[in-house]
């Protein structure tokens, strides 16, 4: 599983129906939602 930090929580958690994403400039990073809050989370390089 992959974790990311929830800004609403403020805390580390793991992510909940974690997605591969491709920014803007070509970079790879991880979206998906807090399992706690809902709130979305995003970790690049993920």
């Known amino acids: 599983m992959v974790s990311a930090y929830c800004v ?3 805390a580390s958690r ?4 974690p997605r591969s994403v491709t920014m803007k400039n070509g970079r790879h990073a991880t ?3 807090c ?3 809902g709130t979305k989370m995003f970790k690049i390089g993920g």
Not at 14 to 17: M, R
């Open 31 to 33: 979206s998906g939602t």
């Open 35 to 37: 399992p706690i809050c």
């Open 14 to 17: 793991e992510v909940k129906n």
């Open 8 to 10: 609403k929580c403020k």
